[in-house]
């Protein structure tokens, strides 16, 4: 279990109970960012002083042949800080670790890890239909291991209107193309929206051709995170869209005629293997900008 960096109040020993504020640690994956979930935290910490611990369990991918770990710890990572800044500016002292993909091998870990604590927050989609963790019985199981320590559960709606959309962006040598980044400054002035920019790893200077079209976002003001994906660009969408929840994809490609992705009908197989929007953006060759 490795801790975010920032921890504000690492080796520092601890009081008695009656003196220190209270420990609440949250387990929550793909609804770690949720307003709901943060609303909660701060409901707690208006009735008194608190500190809050957060692990993130990552996802296992469902795709493709290839395991990339990094792309799994980013998509965990960029969840958990988010969450840690809206706590941060909440007032709330908070840290946090991206862990290994079990919930209730997470909780036993982070009990011992991080004794002692008072309450334990676990936050899951609504109902066991959409909640994995919720079809294993993981609250119930959680309130075993937890023996005397209070578990809350806190149902996140990531599909409800107060709360952020989440668009995937799959690119690789479009991904700096003006036509692209226009088309995700569009969408982000529509309502509010964040953006993971996945970009396979099928070309060369994929890394710096996704280090530059999320530096251009950033200074625009859209908050973007992104990772090299599987080689394989519908892999690397629906292995995306298994790590976290999307609500919208945006697929960026050459036109048809010179397009390898258009050829092998990448758009319309991501559309259909992620049942989800995809709105398709055509860069010509001469809008983007080639790094090598």
Avoid at 169 to 195: C, D, H, K, W, Y
């Amino acid at each position: 279990m490795s801790e975010s960096a920032g921890d504000p109040y690492a080796a520092q020993p601890e009081p008695p109970a009656a003196e220190r504020p209270r420990h609440v640690l949250v387990v929550a994956n793909e609804t770690v960012a949720g307003r709901t979930l943060i609303d909660a935290i701060a409901e707690r910490a208006a009735a008194g002083p608190i500190r809050v611990t957060v692990v993130c369990p990552q996802n296992d991918p469902r795709a493709g042949y290839v395991v990339y770990e990094e792309s799994r710890r980013s998509s965990a990572d960029r969840r958990l800080r988010r969450t840690l800044d809206l706590l941060h500016e909440a007032g709330i002292a908070a840290r946090g670790a991206v862990v290994a993909p079990d919930p209730l091998d997470a909780l036993r870990d982070a009990l011992h890890q991080y004794a002692p604590v008072d309450e334990v927050v676990i936050s899951t989609h609504p109902g066991a239909v959409r909640s994995s963790w919720l079809r294993a019985g993981l609250v119930e199981r959680a309130r075993k291991a937890a023996g005397d320590i209070p578990v809350s559960h806190v149902e996140v709606d990531l599909a409800a209107p107060r709360e952020r959309a989440h668009v995937l962006v799959i690119a690789n040598q479009t991904i700096v193309g003006g036509p692209l980044l226009a088309a995700i400054r569009e969408r982000a002035q529509a309502s509010p929206a964040e953006f993971t920019l996945v970009a396979p790893a099928d070309q060369p200077g994929v890394q710096r051709r996704l280090a530059r079209a999320l530096a251009q976002l950033r200074e625009a003001g859209i908050e973007a995170t992104g990772h090299i994906g599987d080689p394989d660009p519908v892999n690397a969408a629906l292995n995306a869209v298994h790590d976290e929840r999307v609500d919208e994809i945006v697929v960026s490609t050459f036109p048809e005629a010179t397009s390898g992705w258009l050829q092998r009908d990448v758009v319309g197989r991501i559309e259909k293997g992620a049942d989800l929007p995809v709105r398709h953006v055509v860069v010509e060759a001469a809008q983007a900008e080639a790094l090598t």
